[in-house]
């Protein structure tokens, strides 16, 4: 017993000190511009399949340099609330029709792809309308082989909207953000 006890101590002793080999916080979350300040809003489309949800999107770098947002239908419904912080997706609230596991699961993994890629990217985006074709964000063409498959985020401009798009092909998913002038808003 007292062999265990003098393993187990040694053990706790060993990894105490060793240093901590995650990345830094930094490089997680960085700070995205365009919505640190103030929330930027979007016209969202959410296509699965045959049907479709669309409604307003509002995103928003809170001071945790987590990102925070918000979709709710043209009735003023909420669909649902997501924190994204560390490379993962909170899902806060999820309506009582969506609120089942695969499609939680599925929001989950998207959503964090399109804050991963899109949102933190937006700025990439020209809003004189320089980027028209569309530049993809994930998967990386310079990682082959890395990123789940049948996904892609890309965004482009178009004037001064900016515009995001993820598309799932493996669940017939589609979402479509196009940012709100401040005249619209």
């Known amino acids: 017993m007292i062999k265990y006890l003098t393993y187990i101590s040694l053990a706790l002793i ?3 000190c060793t240093p ?3 990345p830094s916080r930094g490089d997680l979350n960085p700070v995205v511009s365009e919505i640190a300040e103030k929330p930027m809003h979007f016209r969202a489309t959410i296509t699965f399949g045959n049907n479709s949800i669309t409604g307003l999107m509002a995103v928003k770098q809170r001071s945790d ?3 925070a947002g918000s979709f709710t239908n043209e009735f ?3 669909g649902f609330d997501f924190i994204y912080r560390d490379g993962k997706t909170d899902l806060v ?10 499609v939680k699961k599925i929001l989950r993994r998207d959503i964090s792809l399109m804050s991963g890629y899109g949102i933190r990217n937006i700025g990439k985006l ?3 309308g320089s980027c028209e074709t569309p530049e993809t964000f994930y998967p990386d063409p310079a990682e082959k082989g890395h990123g789940i498959n049948n996904i892609t985020v890309s965004g ?3 004037g001064r909207k900016k515009i995001l798009i993820l598309e799932d092909s493996r669940y ?3 979402i479509d953000l196009v940012s709100l002038l401040p005249d619209e808003e």
């Open 14 to 16: 060993l990894c105490s």
């Open 20 to 22: 901590k080999m995650s």
């Open 65 to 67: 340099l987590a990102i």
């Open 76 to 78: 003023g419904v909420k």
């Open 93 to 102: 609230y999820v309506m009582p029709a969506m609120n089942r596991t695969m």
């Open 126 to 128: 020209g809003g004189d």
């Open 156 to 158: 482009s401009s178009s």
């Open 172 to 174: 017939k998913l589609r």
